[in-house]
């Protein structure tokens, strides 16, 4: 196993576009390192370059403590696996899982072995005698993870490798190639650009957008701590509520349209920058999980208009409108000690048993201690 370091990584390809940009990255030895980030962000060259089908223009390309910019890619010791399965049809899965073996002129009974313990790993047992026809979705995806798998990598590299399954089968195998890459200890890329799919996955996550890394941390942290407004309008689902908002001097309120929402002094206490930036814009950021339908003893709340319902079972989603009027307020209100919010829609996640209805004004409350602040300039979070 190694580690897999990316120094200063950048790639521009014959039409001079740049794809990637100086790209850090470190990924540790046995860590489940995802790739996320729209289309055409980066993440598949990023992969390429790794497994050496794509020469990096600038920058180093480290395995444990050794330059392999100019390895060839058969001498990398990665396994890829991509969204389009490639199994041989005429073969059999076994056939199929032990290809990479059998070319490697690997006596028959090591190939055996190895392929019935990837077998076993992947509960394809019951099927090595099959062929890929008769086998399902789910089922030609684990044959795919097989050949990986019995070539004992030091790395595997998976670009979309669920993508052709259907949401459900999805999310299982989600579970399942995590399961399987914990077990093996192997250091593992993965490409996406599904947001959920990369949370779920990763030990930490990279999140790309034209070709620079936004940020790479936990899921957790990203979710809790994301440094811009990309990424944490990015990460998370339903995304989280933006609002375009003026921040008066001092950080004592918010200001939603013509209500004030007076700001715990915690709030101040724990974003010290807040202040600098009385007397100008400011983006606020409120994720759907951290709003709840006002109590009377609360007094951290605004009224919203409830536009839409989507009731999921264990959890409604009203999507609400709040006073766009109220965009506009910069500097209109005395008070200095205020931040004034913008209107907008929003999207708040409650219990499915309370009595909400389309059409009617709901009082919703923030947790202030989650909201989230961005420099509308930048983009950059306001900490
Ligand atoms: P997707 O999720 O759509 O697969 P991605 O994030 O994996 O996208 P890449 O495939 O790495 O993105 O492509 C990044 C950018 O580089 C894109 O704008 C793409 O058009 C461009 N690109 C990719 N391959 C080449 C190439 N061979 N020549 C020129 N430009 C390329």
Not at 31 to 37: A, D, I, P
Not at 202 to 224: E, H, I, K, S
Not at 272 to 278: C, D, E, N, T
Request: glycine fraction near 8%; include cysteine.
């Amino acid at each position: 196993m190694a580690s897999i370091v990316l120094e200063n990584v950048t790639k521009t390809y014959s039409n001079d576009y740049c794809a990637v940009k100086d790209l850090n990255l470190a990924v540790n030895d046995g860590e489940f390192m995802v790739l996320v980030g729209p289309s055409g962000c980066g993440k598949t060259t990023v992969l390429r370059m790794v497994a050496g089908l794509e020469d990096i223009s600038s920058g180093n390309l480290l395995m444990g403590d050794r330059l392999v910019n100019d390895l060839e890619p058969k001498d990398r010791d990665m396994a890829m696996v991509f969204q389009s399965y490639a199994l041989y049809p005429h073969m059999t899965v076994a056939e199929n899982i032990g290809f990479a073996l059998r070319m490697k002129k690997l006596p028959k009974q090591q190939v055996r072995k190895r392929v019935e313990a990837a077998a076993e790993i992947l509960g394809l047992t019951g099927l090595l005698d099959a062929k890929p026809k008769q086998l399902s979705g789910g089922q030609r995806q684990r044959v795919a993870m097989g050949r990986a798998i019995v070539r004992e990598p030091s790395a595997f590299l998976m670009d979309e490798p669920l993508s052709n399954l259907d949401a459900k089968l999805r999310v299982k195998m989600r579970a399942e190639v995590k399961r399987i890459q914990a077990q093996l200890g192997v250091s593992t890329i993965y490409v996406t650009h599904d947001q959920m799919e990369a949370m779920t996955m990763g030990d930490r996550v990279a999140v790309l957008r034209d070709g620079l890394l936004q940020q790479c941390d936990t899921p957790q942290n990203l979710y809790d701590n994301p440094v811009s407004q990309f990424v944490a309008a990015f990460i998370g689902s339903p995304a989280m509520n933006l609002y375009e908002a003026s921040l008066l001097d001092g950080a004592r309120a918010l200001r939603l349209g013509s209500q004030v929402l007076e700001l715990p002094e915690s709030v101040r206490i724990s974003r010290p920058s807040l202040v600098r930036y009385g007397g100008r814009r400011i983006t606020v950021g409120i994720r759907p999980n951290d709003l709840r339908v006002a109590t009377q003893s609360d007094g951290f709340t605004f009224t919203a208009q409830v536009v839409l319902l989507e009731a999921l079972g264990a959890e409604v989603l009203v999507h609400f409108t709040v006073d766009a009027t109220a965009a506009k307020i910069e500097g209109a209100v005395e008070d200095d000690d205020e931040i004034l919010i913008g209107g907008g829609e929003g999207v708040a996640r409650v219990e499915p048993d309370l009595p909400v209805h389309v059409g009617e004004r709901l009082v919703l409350s923030p947790d202030f201690e989650h909201l989230h602040f961005f420099d509308p300039t930048t983009g950059l979070a306001v900490g």
